[in-house]
């Protein structure tokens, strides 16, 4: 294995485990309800907001290259609707669990979702970084930094809904380490396979799942404790986080 390849995989599992930084507000002093409505807002702004600016935009990029504008707009609503479909199916048929607002179902749910973004996230982190180091870091700190709240909203909800921090940071890992996951399946087996319009399919059908985890679950959560002040202040600051994001790195 060559030093390009290890410096990848590097960089792939920094952008994952960075995850893991969401994870240190479970251990700030417990002001319980404005930590959570906060928090779970906050995560929903940043996951609508990176559908609508990196996932969507980033599908139909790839997609248009092998089909005319039209059929392309059409394939992402396809797959963002299978993805949709997908996070419901998930939804309802997820045991409520434990903790008071379903804050554990927000928590797996949540977890199940980043998961499946981080793959196909890590598989792109690879290959930059495989083909271009300078890419590779480009890339590694703009995803490291939308994945800090990512792990916020793993962490968070687990937290307060069973009460274990070891609970809420296995959880968080798990979902940060599915990146790394994503980098080693594409090293081993996938990367001759990899085209544009299958990532063109599978950013559309994450952006699906990610913007009905945003708008169904994470944001009625937070809207349910009724500050809606709080609410709506934590949504634009995730909202600015992200564009801000956008304007320094891209």
Request: charged share 10%.
């Amino acid at each position: 294995m060559d030093k390009q390849v290890l410096y990848a995989f590097l960089l792939t599992t920094i952008a994952g485990l960075s995850t893991m930084i969401g994870c240190l507000f479970i251990f700030l002093p417990k002001k319980t309800k404005k930590i959570i409505i906060g928090s779970l807002s906050f995560a929903s702004a940043v996951m609508l907001t990176v559908s609508f600016t990196d996932l969507i935009p980033e599908s139909f990029g790839m997609l248009s290259k092998e089909f005319q504008l039209f059929p392309c707009i059409i394939i992402i609503l396809i797959c963002m609707n299978v993805g949709i479909i997908f996070s419901f199916l998930i939804d309802k048929y997820l045991p409520d669990g434990v903790g008071e607002n379903g804050l554990y179902r927000v928590g797996i749910i949540s977890m199940l979702a980043i998961i499946l973004h981080n793959i196909p996230e890590g598989m792109a982190t690879f290959m930059a970084g495989n083909t271009d180091i300078h890419l590779g870091i480009a890339l590694t700190i703009a995803i490291a930094l939308h994945n800090i709240p990512e792990g916020i909203s793993i962490s968070i909800p687990i937290y307060y809904a069973t009460g274990s921090k070891k609970k809420a940071l296995w959880y968080t890992f798990i979902s940060g380490l599915s990146e790394l996951f994503g980098a080693i399946i594409t090293y081993l087996f996938l990367k001759p396979f990899i085209t544009d319009r299958i990532m063109g399919y599978l950013f559309a059908l994450i952006a699906g799942i990610m913007v009905h985890i945003s708008l169904f679950e994470l944001l009625p959560t937070s809207w349910k404790y009724k500050c809606k002040k709080i609410t709506l202040l934590y949504f634009i600051i995730g909202f600015l986080f992200i564009l801000i994001n956008h304007f320094i790195f891209q």
